[in-house]
């Protein structure tokens, strides 16, 4: 079992639709989760992260996390093209002072105008 | 401006030759990553490193080796040994001293492809 798993995709939404994009992990210790943003052809941009059970809102985006199940999500309201991009969801193996990021394979999304 | 150079954004490396990518910051971050991406993949973790003088490999480190001499730069070099190199790299940092995990920032990357 992959310690991070994301469907691969690509998810289609229409321009102004909410987006969900799903990440599950294995190990029930994890307690950092990040969501970056990938455009074709460049580095992954932070767009979020979370340490605590709920959810946390950054203007059109949401990520909720769930430890009990062991799933991490991020909604992007009113989507817009510009979204287009690939999601990868990660999780701190350890701490900032000794541990590393785990990724997931990233989910693609298409917003469709 | 603060950020994360890495140099040069394209490479070309010839059968059996080393190859160095650098990876400097001005951020003041302790800790640095290095990160090979292949097409349709997440990121895998070549090598890290918290303090200067000290790094730890990650999980796909052989063929590859590091240096930390400096705060500023963790230079990759990707040795012959690496038979598969053609990737995209990306390096990363973060802060380690405010007793919460702190998200880690990327460069622009380097695209490395065998002649």
């Known amino acids: 079992q992959k310690e991070v798993e994301q469907n691969s995709g690509p998810l289609s939404v229409p321009e102004g639709a909410i987006a969900s994009l799903n990440c599950t992990y294995s190990?029930?210790?994890?307690?950092?989760f990040f969501w970056y943003r990938q455009y074709s052809g460049k580095s992954p941009e932070l767009i979020m992260f979370?340490?605590?059970?709920g959810d946390k809102e950054d203007g059109r985006f949401t990520a909720q996390l769930n430890k009990a199940s062991q799933y991490v999500s991020l909604l992007i309201r009113d989507s817009q093209p510009s979204d287009s991009a690939t999601y990868l969801c990660?999780?701190?193996?350890?701490?900032?002072?000794?541990?590393?990021?785990?990724f997931g394979q990233g989910t693609t999304l298409q917003v469709k105008p | 401006d603060g950020g994360i150079t890495q140099s040069p954004k394209y490479l070309f490396r010839k059968e059996g030759q080393n190859v160095t990518l650098s990876c400097e910051q001005n951020?003041?971050?302790?800790?640095m990553y290095w990160y090979r991406q292949d097409p349709g993949q997440g990121l895998r973790l070549i090598y890290y490193?918290?303090?200067?003088?000290?790094?730890q490999k990650g999980d796909i480190a052989e063929g590859y080796s590091v240096s930390r001499e400096k705060k500023e730069s963790f230079p990759l070099t990707v040795t012959s040994a690496q038979k598969n190199p053609t990737a995209f790299y990306l390096c990363?940092?973060?802060?380690?001293?405010?007793?919460?995990?702190?998200?880690?920032?990327f460069g622009d990357g380097t695209r490395l492809s065998i002649l």
């Open positions: 979370i340490y605590s059970n």
């Open positions: 990660a999780l701190l193996r350890g701490s900032s002072n000794t541990g590393k990021l785990i």
């Open positions: 951020l003041n971050h302790d800790a």
């Open positions: 190990d029930r210790g994890s307690q950092s």
């Open positions: 990363a940092s973060t802060t380690t001293r405010t007793g919460i995990d702190q998200p880690q920032h």
């Open positions: 490193s918290q303090i200067v003088n000290d790094f």
